[in-house]
């Protein structure tokens, strides 16, 4: 894997692709043409392109490539939709499931007999790649294609759940299937507990890791870290996006703009320091909030000087990034009810976005009373809980 101090880090973990790259054969590959979704966390534990080991298969045939936010690339913004286009080395399609067609047209299907999922999820519900997976699932039941997933670690293990399962009628992007906040699967797993319960699965198979355990953190693994999307730089990052994002259907920024997104929230009118008083008077373990000022370059509140804080993920294995997400909306809401704000839904009829977020009204009506929002926690609680054991029968890993 590379240089490391003058000594040769050796990976841990073997992924889906790596096992690929050294020569391991699956019927559906084999003999097949292949379409390919991935970007640029798709590349082996020595750094090759995904994109590139299909390529040089033998006796198979790469046909189609298949990009979801944020692009082929990995460089578009959150939300910025792109068109198809032709991929300029290979000379094949590259079709857009992030701009006219969220889930893939017979047409974008007709050339392949197998498409082939590689991209580094981060287990967490709003992220929109699984939610890509899903439509393409069921897109290849329709069109009578098979889908080969090539897995990857869960970057923050398999053993914790967290958050409430989605109600049914808030499925969306960032959130399109019912499944709790924080899975504990690798994209592997989920897609086989999701495939299931569709009312037309689709033939899927997985080429599972060798060496990931469920105890497993990403650090342990020894493989590279390409950062998922552009916001999403760190490990630091990904730890507590499942509490943070709540923030995207508020006012106040989540750090987008700043070094620190995820990790610092913060607004003009939030005082950083009592904001941090109060969280500390819950005690939660794993976890430190430390006032600090920031001055967004873009999204929420860009140019302007904002208080707010910084979380410190003091010990990752009791931190719980929901919990804590939660108890900074309600301290938000509570200290500032003149200004904090939800964002308004973008046209009448529709779901505010922290209803889809959260997967339900819930958090948007309770937040503001502490006894409603704690009976809240312990219902999600109860919910992971179930779900985790739901999620048995489709563990790949010890």
């Not at 003999?31 to 979704?37: A, T, V």
């Not at 590139?52 to 198979?60: E, H, K, M, P, Y």
């Not at 997967?359 to 948007?364: L, N, Q, S, T, Y």
């Given at each position: 894997m590379g240089q490391l101090n003058g000594t040769e880090q050796i990976p841990a973990v073997k992924t889906g692709v790596d096992l690929l790259s050294r020569g391991l054969s699956h019927p559906w590959i084999t003999?097949?043409?292949?379409?390919?979704?991935?970007?640029?966390?798709?590349?082996t534990a020595d750094f090759v392109s995904t994109i590139?080991?299909?390529?040089?298969?033998?006796?198979?045939e790469l046909t189609a490539l298949y990009a979801c936010e944020h692009g082929l690339y990995g460089e578009l913004q959150a939300g910025v939709r792109f068109g198809d286009m032709l991929h300029p080395r290979l000379d094949i399609p590259v079709f857009s499931l992030y701009g006219d067609y969220k889930k893939p047209t017979p047409?974008?299907?007709?050339?392949?007999?197998?498409?082939?999922?590689?991209?580094?999820?981060?287990?967490?519900r709003y992220y929109t790649y699984a939610s890509t997976l899903f439509h393409m699932m069921d897109a290849c039941a329709g069109a009578g294609k098979r889908m080969l997933i090539l897995d990857r670690p869960?970057?923050?293990?398999?053993?914790?759940?967290?958050?409430?399962?989605?109600?049914?009628?808030?499925?969306?992007?960032v959130g399109a299937w019912r499944v709790p906040v924080r899975t504990g699967l690798t994209v592997g797993e989920l897609a086989l507990m999701v495939n299931s319960e569709m009312d037309v699965p689709c033939e899927l198979d997985v080429v599972a890791m060798e060496g990931w355990q469920r105890s497993m953190e990403y650090a342990d693994c020894r493989l590279p870290w390409m950062l998922p999307s552009p916001n999403m730089p760190t490990l630091d990052s990904v730890r507590v996006y499942a509490g943070t994002c709540l923030f995207e259907?508020?006012?106040?920024?989540?750090?987008?703009?700043t070094t620190r997104p995820f990790e610092w929230i913060g607004a003009p009118w939030v005082e950083g320091e009592r904001l941090a008083e109060r969280f500390r008077e819950y005690k939660l373990e794993g976890v430190h909030v430390h006032p600090v000022y920031m001055s967004p370059t873009f999204s929420k509140h860009a140019g302007e000087l904002c208080g707010g804080v910084r979380i410190f993920v003091t010990d990752s294995r009791k931190f719980r990034a929901v919990e804590t997400g939660l108890v900074l909306l309600h301290e938000l809401v509570s200290l500032y009810p003149e200004q904090f704000r939800w964002l308004e839904p973008p046209e009448p009829g529709s779901r505010y976005f922290i209803d889809l977020l959260a997967?339900?009204?819930?958090?948007?009506e309770t937040i503001h009373d502490r006894a409603e929002f704690i009976r809240l926690?312990?219902?999600?609680?109860?919910?992971?809980?179930?779900?985790?054991?739901?999620?048995?029968?489709?563990?790949l890993y010890e």
């Open positions: 003999g097949n043409r292949i379409g390919l979704i991935t970007n640029p966390t798709g590349i590139d080991v299909c390529a040089g298969l033998a006796n198979t047409a974008m299907l007709a050339g392949v007999d197998t498409v082939l999922f590689d991209i580094q999820d981060v287990g967490i869960n970057p923050l293990g398999g053993n914790v759940v967290e958050g409430g399962v989605l109600n049914a009628g808030y499925e969306s992007l259907g508020t006012n106040v920024s989540e750090g987008r703009g997967g339900g009204k819930e958090v948007r926690i312990e219902a999600w609680n109860v919910q992971a809980a179930e779900w985790k054991e739901r999620r048995k029968p489709f563990l």
